[in-house]
C-alpha cells in the first residue's frame, strides 16, 4: 500500500493540490485586500490566474477541482452570509456558476496548450534525431555507428530505460548490435540470446509488425530474461525490414509502466527504416566488393595460366626450334657459307623473340612470384628497372597471394610510371607489413603530375587496391615527385553486424 501511494504519478498529484491551495490562499488574501474597492465579480477573475497554471502544469483534472475550490473559498470568505457556504444573492450564485463554467473551459484550454507544445517539441525533437540518424546513413557510417546512434537517440526522444538493436538468426537467437542503457545497466552488445518466451522480440518475429508488451518472461539466456532481470516492465519494438526480410527490430524498454506514450512501437518504425536502409547500403557495398574482387581474382587467374601456357607451351617450342637450328648450322658444309649464315642469322632472330616473349610472360604474371613470394619478386622487378631503384622489403614469409599479386602489380606499375613518364631518376619503395595491414609506398623524384583520372593504369591499380578491402593514395605536385602509397589488409574483413 505504501509503495501504490509513493507511485510518481500520485506523488505529481498530491504536489500538485498542495501548490494550489497555497496558491488559492494568497490570491485569497488579495481578494482580501481589493474587495471594498473592486465589484465582487471581477475579483472572482483573480482566482482564474490560479486555474492557469495548474491547468499548464497539473492538467485539467486538477484544475476544474482547485475552480470548485476557488468557488467555495471565495464565496465563504467574501459572499454574504460571511462564513457560509449558503449564498443568498441569486445574483452571487450566478456568477460563483458562471466563474465556474469559465474556469473549466479556460483551463481545458490552457491544457490542451501545453498538450500542444509538448507534442509539438516531442515532434522537434523526433525529427532532429531522425535528421541526426539520417546524416549517419547519408555519410556511409558502419552499420554498428548506427545502431549505437538509433539506441541512443530511442532513448532521448522516448525517455526509455533501455534501448536495443538486435538480428534475428537462423538458430532461433537474436544477436544484440547495439544499446544503451540508463547507469547499472550493462547492454550486451554481441551476445546472441534466445527468442523465447513473452516479449517484445517474441511478437515482432511471429507476427512481422510493431508490438507492445507489457510483460517480460522467458528462460535463462533470453531476450525476455534479459529485460526482465533489467527491471522492464513496458516495451515497444519495431521490426527492421532489408528488401522484404525480416532482418532484426529495434525495442524501447521502460522501467516505469507509463513511461511510454501509445504509439510509440509506430514512431520507432521511422528509425528502423534508416537502420534497413543503412544495413541494404553496407550488403550492396560488400557485394560490389565481392563481386570486383571476384573480377580481379579472375583477371589474376587468367594471367596466371596464360604465362604457365607460354611457358610450358610456345616458350619452349621455340626453345626446341632454336636446339634444332643450332643442330642444322652446325652440320653446314663449310662450302655452304651463306646457307650456314643465314641460318645464324634466324637463330639469333628466334633467340631474340624467345627473350621478348618471356618479357611478356613475365608482365602478364611473374612465375617468380607464385614459386618463391613477394620479395623475390620485387628484388627482380627492381633490377629490370632501367633507373636505380632503392628497395626494402620488411614483410618476412610468404602473404596471402591476392595480396602479393597486388603489391606487385602496384610497385610494377609505379615503376613503369617513372621510367616512362615521370623522368625520374631514382624510386625509393617500401613494403612493410605492420598489425595486420601491408604497406607500400613508390615515391619518385621525377616531374609529378600524376592523378587517377589520366590514362589507365592508376584506374586500374585504384580497382585492384579497393577490391582488396586496401587504400591507396596518390601525391604527385608538379616538379616535385611522386608518392604511391598503397594499404593492403592482410586478413578479412567481414563485419559480422551486416550479415
Known amino acids: 500500500m505504501a509503495r501504490r501511494w509513493m507511485r510518481p504519478g500520485i506523488v505529481r498529484w498530491l504536489s500538485g493540490l498542495l501548490a494550489s491551495v497555497l496558491m488559492v490562499a494568497a490570491v485569497s488574501g488579495l481578494v482580501a485586500l481589493l474587495n471594498p474597492h473592486v465589484p465582487a465579480l471581477y475579483l ?3 482566482y482564474v490566474l490560479v486555474v492557469l497554471p495548474v491547468a499548464i502544469v497539473w492538467g485539467t483534472g486538477l484544475a476544474a477541482v482547485i475552480s470548485v475550490l476557488s468557488a467555495a473559498v471565495y464565496g465563504y470568505f467574501f ?14 450564485v450566478v456568477a460563483l456558476g458562471v466563474f465556474l463554467v469559465t474556469a473549466v473551459v479556460v483551463g481545458e484550454l490552457a491544457a490542451r496548450l501545453r498538450r500542444a507544445a509538448q507534442a509539438a517539441a516531442r515532434l522537434s525533437e523526433e525529427q532532429a534525431a531522425l535528421r541526426r540518424v539520417a546524416t549517419l546513413v547519408a555519410r556511409g557510417a558502419p552499420p554498428s555507428d548506427v545502431f549505437s546512434a538509433v539506441a541512443q537517440e530511442l532513448a532521448k526522444v522516448f525517455g526509455a530505460s533501455i534501448t536495443a538493436v538486435l538480428r534475428y538468426e537462423d538458430d532461433g537467437t537474436a544477436t544484440v548490435v547495439g544499446g544503451w542503457g540508463e547507469p547499472g545497466v550493462q547492454i550486451p552488445v554481441g551476445a546472441r540470446l534466445k527468442v523465447a518466451g513473452e516479449g517484445v522480440a517474441v511478437l515482432v518475429l511471429q507476427t512481422g509488425v510493431a508490438a507492445r508488451a507489457e510483460r517480460f518472461d522467458g528462460p535463462l539466456g533470453s531476450v525476455a530474461r534479459f529485460f526482465q532481470e533489467a527491471g522492464v516492465t513496458t516495451g515497444s519494438g519495431s521490426p527492421i525490414v532489408v528488401e522484404g526480410r525480416l532482418w532484426g527490430l529495434a525495442v524501447a524498454g521502460s522501467r516505469n509502466g507509463g513511461a511510454l506514450p501509445a504509439g510509440t512501437e509506430h514512431r520507432i518504425a521511422d ?25 580481379v581474382a579472375t583477371a589474376d587467374q587468367t594471367r596466371r595460366r596464360i604465362e604457365r601456357d607460354l611457358h610450358d607451351g610456345a616458350q619452349q617450342r621455340l626453345v626446341s626450334l632454336a636446339l634444332q637450328l643450332r643442330v642444322a648450322q652446325a652440320a653446314v658444309p663449310p662450302e655452304l657459307g651463306e646457307l650456314g649464315a643465314e641460318l645464324e642469322r634466324v637463330t639469333a632472330g628466334l633467340t631474340s ?37 632503392d628497395l626494402d622489403v620488411r614483410a618476412k614469409g610468404r602473404l596471402p597471394e591476392q595480396v602479393e599479386v597486388g603489391a606487385y602489380y602496384v610497385v610494377s606499375e609505379a615503376l613503369t610510371n617513372a621510367a616512362k613518364h615521370a623522368s625520374a631518376s631514382k624510386v625509393a619503395v617500401c613494403v612493410e607489413a605492420v598489425t595486420g595491414i601491408l604497406c607500400v609506398s613508390v615515391r619518385d623524384d621525377g616531374c609529378g603530375g600524376a592523378d587517377f583520372t589520366r590514362g589507365t593504369g592508376l584506374v586500374g591499380l585504384k580497382d585492384r587496391v579497393e577490391a582488396l578491402g586496401g587504400r591507396i593514395s596518390l601525391h604527385s605536385p608538379r616538379g616535385a615527385g611522386t608518392t604511391l602509397r598503397v594499404e593492403l589488409p592482410l586478413t578479412g574483413a567481414d563485419d559480422p553486424l551486416t550479415r
Open 44 to 46: 472572482l477573475v483573480l
Open 79 to 92: 459572499l454574504p452570509p460571511i462564513h457560509s457556504f449558503w449564498v443568498a444573492d441569486w445574483r452571487s
Open 271 to 295: 528509425f528502423t527504416e534508416l537502420a534497413a536502409t543503412a544495413i541494404a547500403n553496407a550488403e550492396t557495398q560488400a557485394q560490389l566488393m565481392e563481386s570486383r574482387a571476384r573480377i
Open 353 to 389: 623473340t624467345l627473350d621478348e616473349l618471356r618479357e611478356y610472360a613475365r608482365g602478364i604474371h611473374p612465375a617468380l612470384l607464385t614459386e618463391r613470394g613477394l620479395g623475390p619478386a620485387l628484388k627482380t622487378l627492381a633490377r629490370r628497372c632501367p633507373i636505380p631503384v
